[in-house]
C-alpha cells in the first residue's frame, strides 16, 4: 500500500528545507526588526499547527504561500507580505477552535523609527549593487556601513530623485485632461490634473457616479428581462396563430424586436394580417418598453454630454489649469533658488548639507 505523503522522509526534509530558507531571506531583505519577528512568528505557529494535517490539499496551498512568502521577500514587496501574514494570522486565532499546541506570544518587537528602516533598506540595495560592480569588499564593518556607505547610498537615491523633478520641470506644465466613467450609454465627465491628483473625490460626483451607473445596470437588467421574456411572447403568439389558421409563424423575436418593419417570414413575403396581428398583440408592449428603456438612456448621455460643453465645466477646466500652471511656477521657482544657492555646496557627508536636507529644505 502506498504511503501517505505525511511518512515520507522527502516530504519532511522538503518542508524542513523551505522552513530554514524562510528564515534566512528574512534578515537578507526585511529591514525592519517588527517585520522580521512578525514573519518569523507566523511562520513558526503556522508550521506548528499544520505539522500533523492530513489533507494534500491543504498541504499543497500551505507549501506554495510559503514560496510565494519567499519570492515577495526576494522582490521587497512588503506590503504583499503583510497582506499575506495578516491572512494567516486571522486564520490561526479563528474563534471557536482550540489549538493542541500552547502557542507562546512572541516577544515585543522594539520600535524602531520609520526613517532608519528606510535607509536600512536604500544602504542594503547599495552594497548589493555596488559589491556585484566589485566597486565594495564582500566584507564590510558597519561602522565604515553606517559612517562611509550611508551618506553615498543617500546621495545617490536623493540624486536620481533630483533627476526626475528636473526631467518634470523641463517638460512643461503637467496637463489638465477630461477623464469620463461610464454608466450604462452614459458618459460621466470629471477634471483630472495635479491639483487634485491623489486627493479623495468629492462627495457629490461620488453620488453622482453611484446613482448613474445603479441605473444603467437596472437599465441593462430591464434589458436582459424584457428580451428572456419575448422568447415566451413569441411561443404564445406562434401557439395561438397555430389553434387559429392551423400555421406556423417563421421568424423569431429578435427580428421584430430589432426593427421597425412589418414582420416578414422565412419565404422574404411580408406577414398576412393575422400573423402580423398576433405578433404585434403579444410583443409590442415588450418593444414599447424596449424603446422606453433605450430612449431613457440616450437622455442620459445626451445630458452629461451636453454637461460637458456648458461653460460651467469650461470655467472649472479653466480653474484647474491656472492653479496647476501657478502650481509649476512656484515649483519651478524654488528649484531654481535651489539649484543658485544650495547644490553648489552639497555634499553627502555633512548631515545638514547633505542632498536629502537640501531637498527636503526646499519641499521636495
Given at each position: 500500500m502506498?504511503?501517505?505523503?505525511s511518512?515520507?522522509?522527502?516530504?519532511?526534509?522538503?518542508?524542513?528545507h523551505?522552513?530554514?530558507?524562510?528564515?534566512?531571506?528574512i534578515?537578507?531583505?526585511?529591514?525592519s526588526?517588527?517585520?522580521?519577528l512578525?514573519?518569523k512568528?507566523v511562520?513558526r505557529?503556522?508550521?506548528l499547527?499544520?505539522?500533523?494535517?492530513?489533507?494534500s490539499?491543504?498541504?499543497?496551498?500551505?507549501?506554495?504561500?510559503l514560496?510565494?512568502?519567499?519570492?515577495?521577500l526576494l522582490?521587497?514587496?512588503?506590503?504583499k507580505?503583510?497582506e499575506?501574514?495578516t491572512?494567516?494570522?486571522?486564520?490561526t486565532s479563528?474563534?471557536?477552535?482550540?489549538?493542541?499546541?500552547?502557542?507562546?506570544?512572541?516577544?515585543?518587537?522594539p520600535?524602531?523609527?520609520?526613517?532608519?528602516v528606510?535607509?536600512?533598506?536604500?544602504?542594503?540595495?547599495?552594497?548589493?549593487?555596488?559589491q556585484r560592480?566589485?566597486?565594495?569588499?564582500?566584507?564590510l564593518?558597519?561602522?565604515?556601513?553606517?559612517?562611509?556607505?550611508l551618506?553615498?547610498?543617500?546621495h545617490?537615491h536623493?540624486?536620481q530623485?533630483l533627476?526626475?523633478i528636473?526631467?518634470?520641470?523641463?517638460?512643461?506644465?503637467?496637463?489638465v485632461?477630461?477623464?469620463?466613467?461610464s454608466?450604462?450609454?452614459?458618459?460621466?465627465?470629471?477634471?483630472?490634473?495635479?491639483v487634485?491628483?491623489?486627493?479623495?473625490?468629492?462627495?457629490?460626483l461620488?453620488?453622482?457616479?453611484?446613482?448613474?451607473?445603479k441605473k444603467?445596470q437596472n437599465?441593462?437588467?430591464?434589458?436582459?428581462s424584457?428580451?428572456?421574456?419575448?422568447r415566451?411572447?413569441?411561443?404564445?403568439?406562434?401557439w395561438?396563430?397555430?389553434?387559429?389558421?392551423?400555421s406556423?409563424?417563421?421568424g423569431?423575436?429578435e427580428k421584430?424586436l430589432?426593427?421597425?418593419?412589418k414582420?416578414?417570414?422565412?419565404?422574404?413575403?411580408?406577414?398576412?394580417?393575422d400573423?402580423?396581428?398576433?405578433?404585434?398583440?403579444?410583443l409590442?408592449?415588450?418593444?414599447?418598453?424596449?424603446?422606453?428603456?433605450?430612449?431613457?438612456?440616450?437622455?442620459?448621455?445626451?445630458?452629461?454630454?451636453e454637461?460637458?460643453?456648458k461653460?460651467?465645466?469650461?470655467?472649472?477646466?479653466?480653474?484647474?489649469a491656472?492653479k496647476?500652471?501657478?502650481?509649476?511656477?512656484?515649483?519651478?521657482?524654488r528649484?531654481t533658488?535651489m539649484?543658485?544657492d544650495?547644490?553648489?555646496?552639497?555634499?553627502?557627508f555633512?548631515?545638514?548639507?547633505?542632498?536629502?536636507?537640501?531637498?527636503?529644505?526646499?519641499?521636495?
Open positions: 502506498v504511503l501517505h505523503f511518512q515520507l522522509p522527502h516530504h519532511r526534509t522538503y518542508v524542513l523551505w522552513y530554514r530558507y524562510t528564515l534566512r531571506n534578515p537578507r531583505n526585511v529591514h526588526e517588527h517585520l522580521q512578525r514573519i512568528s511562520t505557529t503556522t508550521v499547527k499544520h505539522r500533523s494535517d492530513k489533507s490539499w491543504s498541504i499543497y496551498k500551505l507549501l506554495r504561500d514560496k510565494k512568502l519567499n519570492t515577495l522582490k521587497s514587496k512588503t506590503e507580505v503583510w499575506l501574514l491572512l494567516y494570522s486571522r486564520k479563528g474563534k471557536g477552535k482550540k489549538s493542541s499546541l500552547p502557542i507562546c506570544a512572541p516577544p515585543k518587537a520600535e524602531q523609527d520609520p526613517e532608519t528606510r535607509n536600512a533598506k536604500l544602504l542594503h540595495d547599495y552594497i548589493t549593487e555596488k560592480r566589485s566597486l565594495l569588499p564582500n566584507n564593518a558597519d561602522e565604515f556601513k553606517l559612517k562611509l556607505v551618506p553615498l547610498a543617500l545617490e536623493n540624486l530623485k533627476h526626475r528636473e526631467y518634470k520641470l523641463a517638460s512643461g506644465p503637467p496637463k485632461s477630461l477623464n469620463y466613467t454608466a450604462g450609454k452614459a458618459r460621466i465627465w470629471f477634471v483630472r490634473s495635479a487634485n491628483k491623489g486627493k479623495r473625490q468629492s462627495r457629490g461620488g453620488r453622482i457616479i453611484r446613482l448613474e451607473k444603467g437599465n441593462l437588467d430591464y434589458w436582459n424584457i428580451h428572456e421574456n419575448s415566451w411572447a413569441w411561443h404564445e403568439a406562434v395561438e396563430h397555430l389553434i387559429e389558421t392551423n406556423v409563424i417563421q423569431s423575436p421584430f430589432s426593427s421597425t418593419a414582420p416578414i417570414n422565412k419565404t422574404g413575403h411580408v406577414a398576412n394580417v400573423e402580423n396581428r398576433v405578433i404585434c398583440e403579444w409590442n408592449p415588450l418593444k414599447e418598453s424596449l424603446e422606453f428603456l433605450s430612449v431613457q438612456s440616450e437622455r442620459q448621455a445626451k445630458y452629461f454630454e454637461y460637458k460643453r461653460a460651467t465645466f469650461r470655467s472649472q477646466c479653466q480653474y484647474f491656472q496647476t500652471d501657478l502650481m509649476y511656477q512656484n515649483r519651478k521657482r528649484y533658488k539649484l543658485n544650495d547644490l553648489p555646496f552639497v555634499t553627502p555633512f548631515r545638514t548639507r547633505n542632498l536629502p536636507a537640501v531637498l527636503k529644505a526646499h519641499k521636495f
